[in-house]
């Protein structure tokens, strides 16, 4: 009992040392917003009386960039304390916490963008809709040259590329610069406006479904809702990976155990969930092609229902075959693109630099089979998933698995992880990609693309050609060694299955999750005693350079 009171009491300190973290991060990233064109936000003429709003201050380009590299390292500390803090028993009002998250969303979402200039492609790329002509065929250069408004903004290193993103998202950005008209910071903020809504969808998706288990509640707000580094890389900077990240939740989050179990947990499965669910996915891709690792995660989720998987892969081409053949085959050659095929933060340079090369021959090759290896690793030894919800485990191993191991990778990209990790049981896979998104989001600020500022270029080559790919790397060999020990918790489970009390690694079943049959897995060792199972499961007896580039 006493040690217990005490560990409860370690953790409303703790709790509230990550408040105070993830707050001063929040507020240092709305001041830098706030402050206008700098290093960090983008420059554009004003909107009128309209947002985004910002006060002109021209901060300097040190001040800016050091801010903004405290309020990083703040706000990841801020999440790593908050989530020890959950696990001995901090239970703030999630309601405040909510509040919180939607409060900071939309505050930024009517400050100029920051922290990357993608935005202001997206709104070039929109401009070209608006008038007629097509994105995959015209550049914003050529939007530049025809006088256009819009285009005078667009940003020089990527005005002689076609638009890189699906139809869906071309959709969005000619949807905002309808909206915008001749002004880019109203069609920047129209886009950061879908941004916030989509981050804001994923906050109350999350609160609701883990309503019934306070540990997770609280767990999940400080690793998406509050985290400080998906809202600058998310809603600050307007990345249109937000959308796609909430889209493909809520198509994972439609995945019941009785859709892909037979019917074992009740009921037949319905195909018409498959194919929303598919079809979800399926704007997901549609607009980022990525994504289409969440239909995978289905597919393996479903294996045993053939009739879900039809379902769901008709509900994703339903989306994705009319779309791509209404843009033609410029916009198919987009998913051929392959120009840029490593950001220079990648850790596979830390074996061809030696070598005096700048990457390793055959990089995407050697990325490939490396992604091939570490998706099935994650596969067999990921930890039991969510029992409500058994096409996140499949979708978060291959996922992962791409994050870890492709050679171009920026941190917003990481959305369609964290939206998963938000969900998954608590365990020690939380911190190396925690530790990853740290990594690149100081590798990202100020701003991208462009260089840091002069006073700090003795700090460019080791950020980048170090310190980054070095936490990168131990990030993979992280994931790894858990995958091969079994080392999930950090306390063993009751009952050793197995030598030294882990399973041998080839008696584990592709994808282990034990939903479809109706089973709740064991309880994680992280979570605490409080912690209650998802619902629909009963609980009774059981354990439960910085290189140009695009987002």
């Known amino acids: 009992m006493a040690g217990g009171a005490t560990a409860r009491a370690g953790g409303r300190r703790l709790g509230r040392v990550a408040l105070a973290c993830i707050g001063s991060s929040l507020l240092v990233m709305i001041v830098v917003s706030a402050a206008g064109p700098s290093k960090a936000v983008v420059s554009l003429p004003r909107a009128g009386l309209g947002p985004p709003w910002w006060i002109a201050l021209h901060p300097a380009a040190w001040l800016v960039t050091v801010a903004l590299w405290a309020a990083a390292l703040a706000g990841a500390g801020g999440v790593a304390a908050g989530l020890v803090a959950a696990r001995r028993g901090w239970r703030p009002p999630v309601k405040l916490l909510v509040a919180a998250a939607l409060a900071a969303a939309t505050v930024l979402a009517v400050l100029p963008a920051a922290g990357s200039t993608d935005t202001l ?45 699906g139809p869906l998202a071309t959709i969005e950005q000619g949807t905002a610069a309808i909206l915008g008209g001749t002004s880019a910071a109203r069609i920047t903020f129209w886009l950061k406006v879908w941004n916030a809504l989509a981050f804001a969808l994923v906050v109350l998706a999350l609160d609701r479904l883990l309503r019934a288990g306070p540990a997770a509640r609280v767990r999940a707000h400080m690793l998406w809702s509050l985290n400080p580094l998906l809202l600058w890389g998310l809603v600050a900077a307007g990345h249109v990976d937000t959308v796609a990240a909430a889209v493909g939740f809520l198509a994972l989050a439609l995945v019941s155990p009785s859709l892909v179990g037979r019917g074992e947990a009740g009921g037949k499965p319905s195909v018409r969930a498959g194919l929303a669910a598919g079809a979800l996915v399926g704007m997901a891709a549609d607009i980022k092609i990525t994504f289409i690792l969440f239909g995978l995660g289905i597919a393996l989720a479903a294996r045993r229902s053939p009739r879900t998987v039809l379902a769901a892969g ?138 840091l500022p002069a006073v700090f270029f ?67 060792a992280y979570a605490p005693a409080d912690a209650r199972p998802a619902p629909g499961h009963a609980a009774g007896g059981r354990p439960g350079t910085h290189r140009p580039g695009h987002g």
């Not at 492609?121 to 250069?141: C, K, L, S």
């Not at 990648?346 to 990457?359: A, D, H, V």
């Not at 995958?483 to 299955?497: K, M, S």
Request: aromatic share 10%; glycine share 8%; charged share 15%.
């Open 121 to 165: 492609d997206y709104a070039a790329y929109g401009r070209m809709v608006a008038i007629g002509h097509d994105p995959y065929v015209m550049t914003p250069q050529q939007l530049r040259l025809s006088g256009d408004p819009v285009g005078a903004v667009a940003p020089v290193p990527w005005e002689t590329k076609h638009s890189l993103y």
């Open 314 to 451: 008709a509900g994703g081409l339903a989306v994705l075959v009319p779309s791509y053949l209404w843009f033609g085959p410029p916009a198919i050659a987009v998913l051929f693109y392959r120009e840029a095929s490593a950001t220079s933060d990648n850790f596979y340079q830390l074996f061809s630099r030696p070598f005096g090369l700048i990457r390793p021959p055959d990089l995407l090759l050697v990325a490939a089979v490396l992604l091939a290896v570490t998706g099935w690793l994650l596969l067999r030894r990921l930890p039991d998933g969510p029992p409500g919800w058994p096409a996140i485990r499949p979708a978060l191993a291959l996922s992962l698995a791409w994050l870890l191991v492709w050679p171009y990778q920026r941190p917003w990209y990481d959305a369609m992880v964290f939206c998963l990790l938000a969900l998954f049981p608590a365990s020690r896979l939380d911190w190396p990609v925690l530790a990853r998104l740290g990594a690149g989001t100081l590798y990202s600020i100020p701003g991208m693309p462009g260089p």
């Open 458 to 524: 003795g700090l460019l080559p080791v950020e980048q050609r170090l310190l980054v790919p070095l936490i990168r790397l131990a990030a993979l060999l992280a994931v790894v060694a858990l995958c091969l020990t079994g080392a999930w918790q950090a306390r063993r489970r009751e009952g050793p299955p197995g030598p030294r009390g882990r399973r041998p690694l080839l008696s584990r079943p592709l994808l282990s999750a034990r939903t479809p049959a109706g089973a709740a897995p064991a309880r994680a």
